[in-house]
């Protein structure tokens, strides 16, 4: 199973194409998944999986941190979303 990464504090005028420049310079690329909202810009945060664990990691190392456009990225492995409760009123 690849590895997936998530990616926070992206600058809101960089683009999946960017992340895919970016990250796949460490290696195969699974999937990369810029969060967007409704009206299709960015949130600022997405996923990159890679194929291989050991190209994660060495991105999660080498990447944590790296500016784009100013802002430093926060590289961390994913965690499963946690169940949240819908409160309705």
Not at 37 to 42: A, C, I, L, T
Not at 46 to 75: C, H, M, T, W
Request: proline share 2%; aromatic share 12%; net charge negative.
């Amino acid at each position: 199973m690849a590895k997936k990464l998530f990616v926070g504090n992206i600058n809101w005028s960089a683009s999946k194409e960017d992340l895919e420049n970016i990250f796949g310079e460490y290696g195969e690329l699974e999937e990369v998944v810029l969060i967007k909202d409704e009206n299709g810009r960015s949130k600022g945060f997405g996923f990159v999986s890679y194929v291989s664990d050991d190209d994660a990691s060495k991105a999660q190392g080498e990447l944590n941190g790296f500016q784009i456009d100013g802002r430093p990225l926060f590289v961390n492995e994913a965690r499963p979303q946690e169940k949240r409760e819908r409160n309705f009123r």
